[in-house]
């Protein structure tokens, strides 16, 4: 192709942390009444001076150690001045000068992904227009409960080559955050934000783009639709000799386009200085080694030790690793069983169709000792595979032990050799055609009569005798 997109994104993550960046108030206002969660710290009152979270600094370094960073002893909070309604002190406390991390990288299928920085700020509050529309709303009103949110922006260098590798970037990061606990990551809820830089360079002349920033987008999808609209745009002006303007456009959901928005800032434009009523943080190096030490086991690393410990396919480990929720279920569940293989095939197969990896299995009613019962059961002839999927379903619905609702339901399997027998003989004499079409070598007829004793049973004939007998009758 002529055309080549380069492309850096700039993350916002909220912190899992309890209050927010500077002062006490919860951190956790999605959900809240609008303006119900401030004080006169993160509204901007005169006097009111911030104090630094520790447990924000702890999330940072744990994201920072996720993200292979360099994490510094030193760093600094610096005010980003702008005017905005939802930003009442008229700057935002962030670090511009002296991050917390910087020179990371993620490994996205094979490939290193740089990290160029993180650094720790607080959020900015949320407009609520009149009308979806916002060039139409008649008002806006402003929630200043998300004033003072911590955050860890991510900034990474323009190493993306293409839309989708943007959005598995994004999907990947977000399964990071859920694995160390330090975000929920949900776009939907406002945890996880994402700018994306895109420009084009012409591989025939060498030409480069300006670069555009585009925002305003709220899911993994619209991150490479934007991205794909915004480099077929650039493309066509390229094509035209235009010039591609330097700015910041919005992705608008319901025309699938970007709109310009503004004329792109440049960091003069925001007069960065230093806070001063922050003063520097300094972290000791043993107090960084031990926020790192929490630092639990990565995707990367479940995904491989899975394959090798458990005997797992690319695509299996793949699945039960997709979140921490689903691969700790699937461990305990291997612990009772004690056959990875086979527990593997029933998540994949049945678990899955009724649950998703997201959901919270520590609240399922279907428990790692219902597991191991129920293959007990299979494995000992006792039940078919198809009465222990009934069966798995309702101890999913019920949590009732797989042996009582056998029990109760009269699901054991038929064993009794005479009554497999009669049946069969009833359906030899039902269908003489059959007998000696399999006599005469259609040896795949035997299905039939297998089947019938199935059906004649409910399914609950032991296939093995059936099967045994069924041939030896057919030969005689």
């Not at 109760?408 to 005479?418: H, T």
Request: hydrophobic share 35%; charged share 30%.
């Amino acid at each position: 192709m002529r055309f080549k997109p380069v492309i850096g994104l700039e993350i916002h993550v909220q912190l899992n942390t309890k209050t927010k960046a500077f002062c006490s108030c919860p951190s956790d206002v999605f959900e809240l009444e609008p303006n119900t969660a401030i004080c006169p710290v993160c509204t901007g009152q005169p006097g009111a001076l911030p104090v630094p979270s520790k447990e924000m600094f702890e999330y940072g370094i744990l994201l920072a150690a996720a993200l292979n960073c360099q994490i510094h002893e030193f760093s600094k909070f610096d005010r980003k001045n702008y005017f905005y309604p939802d930003l009442p002190k008229g700057y935002q406390i962030t670090q511009f000068f002296h991050p917390l991390a910087t020179d990371g990288y993620l490994e996205l299928n094979g490939k290193k992904i740089k990290i160029r920085r993180i650094h720790l700020e607080e959020d900015a509050g949320k407009l609520i227009h009149s009308s979806d529309n916002i060039t139409e709303a008649s008002y806006s009103l402003v929630d200043m409960n998300r004033c003072g949110v911590p955050l860890a922006e991510i900034v990474t260098d323009p190493d993306i080559n293409s839309p989708r590798e943007a959005r598995e970037f994004l999907e990947k990061l977000r399964q990071i955050l859920r694995y160390t606990g330090v975000s929920t990551g949900d776009m939907e809820k406002g945890a996880l934000r994402c700018d994306a830089n895109i420009s084009v360079v012409d591989i025939e002349t060498g030409n480069q783009s300006n670069k555009v920033e585009v925002k305003n987008i709220n899911s993994f999808k619209f991150v490479e639709k934007a991205l794909e609209y915004e480099f077929k745009r650039i493309v066509k002006l390229m094509e035209e000799g235009k010039e591609v303007e330097k700015e910041t456009r919005g992705w608008d959901l319901s025309s699938k386009t970007t709109i310009s928005m503004r004329s792109k800032e440049e960091a003069n434009d925001y007069r960065y200085f230093p806070e001063p009523d922050i003063p520097p943080v300094v972290l000791s190096k043993d107090y960084i080694e031990e926020v790192k030490s929490r630092l639990p086991e990565l995707p990367d690393e479940k995904l491989s030790r899975f394959k090798v410990e458990f005997g797992l396919g690319d695509y299996e480990a793949g699945i039960l690793t997709s979140t921490v929720q689903l691969a700790d279920f699937y461990e305990k569940c291997v612990k009772e069983t004690g056959d990875p293989k086979e527990t593997s095939n029933w998540f994949l197969t049945e678990l899955l169709r009724f649950v998703s990896p997201e959901d919270d299995f520590e609240h399922l009613k279907i428990k790692p000792e219902h597991f191991k019962e129920l293959f007990e059961m299979i494995e000992k002839g006792e039940i078919t595979r198809n009465i222990a999927k009934s069966v798995f379903e309702e101890v999913l619905n019920t949590g009732k032990r797989p042996k009582l609702i056998v029990d109760e339901k009269g699901l054991k399997v038929v064993g009794d050799e005479s009554l497999i027998e009669e049946i069969l003989r009833k359906l030899m004499e039902q269908n003489p055609d059959k007998v000696q079409a399999y006599k005469n070598g259609k040896t795949g007829l035997l299905g039939f009569f297998v089947g019938g004793v199935m059906k004649a049973t409910k399914g609950k004939a032991n296939p093995k005798i059936v099967n045994e007998i069924a041939r030896k009758l057919l030969s005689e």
